[in-house]
């Protein structure tokens, strides 16, 4: 690329050009707290006394996502008192404000808005530390380019596809297109460079006479396999890449020999990591374009705190230092505190040169201990510098030397052998998992809607049939309860029958015989067999066949008052209920002609009691009632305990 020289020219661009300024580094550091806030009111400055066209930033303008109240009112109060005045603009923009500045409330470019006076616009993109964030997706970016300090641009919504739209700037005959791409992760950045998901457009009219300036905020040095962007994932068409988020200082332009354009990599204008690339100097860069034709001047920044850094190995000094020595530790002590006196010898004398430089410099000594020596006290060391550095706890490093195992050429690196696909590193993609996280969450849920409606219809097949079986239960209740009402009913109309039958003048005489037996439950059906026979006339023996020994009863013949068949049957009623099983009785009354008034009844019978060889309990059986011309039958086919012949006197005559 032609260069041309720095003279001024209606159509010639100035455009300063910084990156990671990093406002509110340690801002409550007592020493280096306010070492950012001075650097950028130098840099403001520089650009108000070139007469720049605009700034140019590549991102991390704030060092934290969400800076202080005191960082942002001091970037505020910078921005105002440098970048507003009546200086008129000298460039103007032909693209679409609204595509470039969309996702703002006020999508067109500061300096054109009637309610503020601009003189030196601000464009900027954003950086990995103050990039968009939250529901909204805002950053510290935004609140600035609301308040009409600066211009954000370079943002983008979309993971899948990402459509870069320049800003067509315009200025005598030289027409720029300023594009930009803010911070993103590195490793999605680069799945999309391969999958050919970035897109830069181009403009429709003389594509060939713009000058193409890409301003991106990426990894440039290879962190991981892709932890970083190749320049070769770049298009050729770019004529200038500024390359921000590398903290070194590389800002005059070098050349890609594959895709032919330059790269210019300012650096950070102050020190955040006690690193050999944060030691070099610092400086920003004016550059001018007029046509296709460029020059990037290096401007050296004065306020930055001096930096010196020095690597000592222990090992190489043999002549000095024995692992075997017991005073070693002291040895080695002695020789760091030589080495830092020399760098703050250094600094002292580049301080002089420049009074605005900060006093105390920034130190560091990397001491590599391996082969045998053992680090001493860091604290007891940094005392000595309390009052001469600006970082008195960190002055000294001490670090292990890891050899790298050397490669064996004979080793075989199955890695190559894998068939992998075109676009490596793509089988494992962010929005993948997402989208396999919801579909696995989807079927779970299906799965245990599922269960519910089946344990659903489970219960309510449980509740049918329980009801089913309340309502049979009750059912029978209801027809054994009605059955017994019925018999007792029969059985009052026959005794009322009877009695009607007999004579009025005859009174009867009944006795009762008492018959006990113990027993246990019975085991089954059928296990006792009783026959009653009937009985003679006149006083005789009651005669039962038993199939086991049971205990005997004699017959007990008991005379009772006169009463009659309904009298006798409403007394049977109210007798108590025992707990003994279904009762049978069976009597055969046999009334001779004769006058004699008084019948007397005789019942006599004899249980015969069965033991079952599973039962544990025994129950009594109650007694035996004998009502003259009533016949108790059991309706259920089931075991009866008691059956007795009832024998009955015939009157003598």
Same mark, same amino acid.
């Given at each position: 690329m032609s260069r041309i020289n720095s003279g001024?020219?209606?159509?010639?661009? /100035?455009?300063?050009?910084?990156?990671?300024?990093?406002?509110?580094?340690?801002? /409550?550091?007592?020493?280096?707290?306010?070492?950012?806030?001075?650097?950028?009111?130098?840099?403001?400055?520089?650009?108000?006394?070139?007469?720049?066209?605009?700034?140019?930033? $590549?991102?991390?303008?704030?060092?934290?996502? /969400?800076?202080?109240?005191?960082?942002?009112?001091?970037?505020?109060?910078?921005?105002?008192?440098?970048?507003?005045?009546?200086?008129?603009?000298?460039?103007?923009?032909?693209?679409?404000?609204?595509?470039?500045? =969309?996702?703002?409330?006020?999508?067109?470019?500061?300096?054109?808005? =009637?309610?503020?006076?601009?003189?030196?616009?601000?464009?900027?993109?954003? $950086?990995?530390?103050?990039?968009?964030?939250?529901?909204?997706?805002?950053c510290a970016l935004d609140i600035l380019s609301s308040a009409g300090l600066l211009n954000h641009f370079g943002r983008s919504s979309s993971v899948e596809k990402i459509d870069i739209s320049p800003i067509l700037l315009h200025k005598g005959s030289t027409k720029i297109a300023l594009y930009g791409l803010g911070s993103i992760p590195d490793e999605r950045l680069y799945r999309m460079f391969v999958n050919k998901q970035v897109t830069m457009l181009r403009p429709k009219e003389d594509e060939d006479n713009w000058f193409?300036?890409?301003?991106?905020?990426?990894?440039?040095?290879?962190? $991981?396999?892709?932890?970083?962007?190749p320049e070769q994932f770049l298009d050729d068409f770019i004529d200038l890449v500024i390359w921000g988020h590398e903290h070194e200082c590389k800002i005059a332009p070098t050349r890609n020999e594959q895709q032919l354009f330059y790269v210019s990599q300012p650096g950070s204008s102050v020190v955040t990591s006690l690193s050999h690339g944060e030691a070099i100097k610092k400086h920003i860069g004016l550059l001018h374009i007029k046509g296709k034709k460029m020059n990037m001047e290096k401007i050296p920044l004065e306020t930055v705190r001096s930096f010196y850094i020095e690597d000592i190995v222990l090992a190489d000094h043999p002549d000095i230092f024995n692992p075997d020595n017991p005073k070693v530790t002291q040895a080695v002590q002695a020789f760091c505190i030589e080495k830092?006196?020399?760098?703050?010898? &250094? !600094?002292?004398?580049?301080?002089?040169?420049?009074?605005?430089?900060?006093?105390?410099?920034?130190?560091?000594?990397?001491?590599?201990?391996?082969?045998?020596?053992?680090?001493?006290?860091?604290?007891?060391?940094?005392?000595?510098?309390?009052?001469?550095?600006?970082?008195?706890?960190?002055?000294?490093?001490?670090?292990?030397?890891?050899?790298?195992?050397?490669?064996?050429?004979?080793?075989?690196?199955? =890695?190559?052998?894998?068939?992998?696909? !075109?676009?490596?590193?793509?089988?494992?993609?962010?929005?993948?998992?997402? /989208?396999?996280?919801?579909?696995? !969450?989807?079927?779970?849920?299906?799965?245990?809607?599922?269960?519910?409606?089946?344990?659903?219809?489970?219960?309510?097949?449980?509740?049918?049939?329980?009801?089913?079986?309340r309502a049979h239960r009750s059912h029978e209740a209801a027809l054994a309860s009605g059955s017994s009402d019925d018999d007792l009913m029969d059985m009052g109309m026959s005794e009322q029958k009877t009695n009607d039958d007999s004579d009025a003048g005859t009174s009867a005489s009944f006795s009762r015989g008492r018959g006990r037996g113990r027993g246990q439950a019975r085991g089954g059906r059928g296990q006792i067999s009783t026959s009653r026979g009937a009985s003679r006339r006149g006083r005789g023996n009651t005669t039962q066949e038993q199939? &086991?020994?049971?205990?005997?009863?004699?017959?007990?013949?008991?005379?009772?008052?006169?009463? +009659?068949?309904?009298?006798?049957?409403?007394?049977?009623?109210?007798?108590?209920?025992? +707990?003994?099983?279904?009762? +049978?009785?069976?009597?055969?009354?046999?009334?001779?002609?004769?006058?004699?008034?008084?019948?007397?009844?005789?019942? !006599?019978?004899?249980?015969?009691?069965?033991?079952s060889s599973t039962s544990t309990s025994s129950k009594r059986s109650s007694q035996s009632q004998i009502t003259r011309g009533v016949d108790f039958e059991s309706d259920e086919d089931e075991f009866d305990p008691f059956k007795s012949t009832a024998t009955s006197r015939r009157k003598h005559r």
């Open positions: 001024d020219g209606e159509d010639t661009f /100035k455009i300063l050009v910084a990156t990671d300024i990093h406002l509110g580094y340690l801002e /409550k550091d007592p020493v280096r707290g306010n070492d950012t806030f001075v650097t950028f009111d130098e840099i403001l400055r520089r650009a108000q006394e070139k007469e720049v066209d605009f700034i140019l930033l $590549g991102g991390d303008l704030f060092h934290e996502n /969400k800076p202080s109240r005191k960082t942002l009112h001091n970037c505020i109060e910078l921005l105002r008192k440098y970048c507003m005045g009546d200086h008129p603009v000298q460039f103007e923009i032909l693209s679409d404000q609204s595509v470039n500045f =969309g996702f703002s409330k006020f999508p067109w470019v500061n300096y054109q808005d =009637g309610n503020l006076n601009i003189s030196i616009p601000v464009f900027s993109i954003h $950086g990995n530390h103050d990039d968009p964030t939250g529901a909204d997706a805002l193409n300036l890409f301003v991106i905020h990426q990894n440039r040095s290879k962190h $991981g396999a892709t932890n970083y962007i830092v006196e020399t760098l703050l010898d &250094n !600094a002292e004398r580049e301080r002089l040169g420049n009074p605005r430089q900060p006093e105390k410099p920034l130190i560091r000594l990397r001491v590599d201990y391996s082969g045998g020596f053992e680090p001493f006290s860091i604290h007891r060391f940094s005392q000595k510098f309390m009052e001469r550095t600006a970082n008195p706890k960190d002055i000294i490093h001490f670090f292990r030397h890891r050899e790298q195992k050397e490669k064996n050429e004979d080793e075989i690196n199955f =890695g190559k052998l894998i068939r992998r696909p !075109a676009s490596e590193g793509t089988t494992l993609r962010v929005e993948d998992l997402v /989208k396999q996280y919801f579909q696995t !969450a989807e079927k779970v849920r299906k799965f245990r809607e599922a269960r519910k409606e089946n344990i659903e219809e489970e219960e309510e097949e449980v509740r049918e049939a329980m009801s089913r079986a199939s &086991n020994s049971s205990r005997n009863y004699k017959p007990v013949s008991t005379p009772t008052k006169n009463m +009659n068949i309904i009298d006798a049957f409403k007394a049977a009623r109210q007798q108590p209920p025992r +707990n003994s099983s279904a009762k +049978n009785y069976s009597e055969d009354i046999i009334d001779d002609d004769s006058d004699v008034e008084e019948v007397s009844f005789t019942a !006599a019978s004899k249980v015969t009691q069965r033991l």
